[in-house]
């Protein structure tokens, strides 16, 4: 397996322009987490989906920051607009599934993140 | 709410010595305990994780980790630190209470620095 994907690996835009960082889980996974790290708040959890549904969005820092999963191999983290404060690198992040004993495989496997910059 | 705690931000160690990162945690319940791995301009890499037995977990790399419940520990370790272990370290608590899933609580993070 390739691992998780991320696009694009490295993204400069304005303030004010929409930003769109996309990730491909881990085939079979059915977790799908979105963090942010940064040098000031460290590794943050902004969202996560269990089987493509969104289960606790509470890190999602405003209305500006949308996150969705259309199917089981993608999902997207929006920023609309982007400001110089967003400027962080994004990670994604897969894990499961159920074992077949009913347990969960937590192990989180990470991509190589966006690093985003906003001038 | 779960928690961990990592108290060093840096740890410096020769090559060769052994190497301790400390973690502290706060749970209610069994805990499951993971470490991470991060070299620069990398993801975040899976080193190992406590979830019941032994308290001795052997993980990637050389490294391992002490479970102690008594001192509410999980310390990680390697007996002869390397220079390419130089990389920043994750301790991190799963989180049972929201949702069942498999929400990692992740702590501050320990850079290890070897030297020659």
């Known amino acids: 397996d390739a691992g998780v994907i991320q696009s694009p690996r490295h993204e400069v835009t304005e303030m004010g322009q929409e930003v769109t960082l996309r990730c491909k889980p881990i085939?079979?996974?059915?977790?799908l987490f979105w963090y942010r790290q940064t040098m000031m708040r460290g590794l943050e959890l902004l969202i996560y989906f269990n089987n493509n549904v969104p289960i606790d969005d509470s890190g999602m820092p405003e209305d500006r920051f949308s996150a969705k999963m259309p199917n089981a191999s993608f999902s997207t983290l929006k920023i609309q607009p982007s400001e110089p404060r967003d400027s962080a690198v994004y990670f994604c992040?897969?894990?499961?599934?159920?074992?077949?004993?009913?347990?969960?495989?937590?192990?989180?496997?990470f991509g190589p993140g966006t690093r985003l910059t906003v001038l | 709410a779960q928690s961990v705690a990592q108290p060093e931000d840096q740890v410096n160690v020769a090559e060769g010595n052994p190497l301790t990162v400390k973690c502290t945690y706060s749970v209610s319940g069994n805990p499951y305990l993971f470490w991470y791995v991060q070299y620069p301009n990398r993801g975040l890499q899976f080193l190992l994780k406590y979830i019941t037995g032994d308290n001795l977990v052997k993980g990637s790399y050389g490294f391992e980790a002490e479970f102690n419940k008594s001192q509410t520990s999980f310390h990680l370790k390697k007996p002869s630190a390397l220079v390419s272990d130089s990389a920043l370290y994750f301790c991190a608590v799963r989180d049972l209470f929201t949702g069942g899933g498999n929400k990692l609580t992740f702590g501050t993070g320990t850079q290890l620095k070897v030297e020659l």
């Open positions: 085939s079979g996974h059915d977790y």
């Open positions: 992040a897969s894990s499961g599934p159920r074992t077949s004993g009913g347990g969960l495989t937590d192990t989180q496997y």
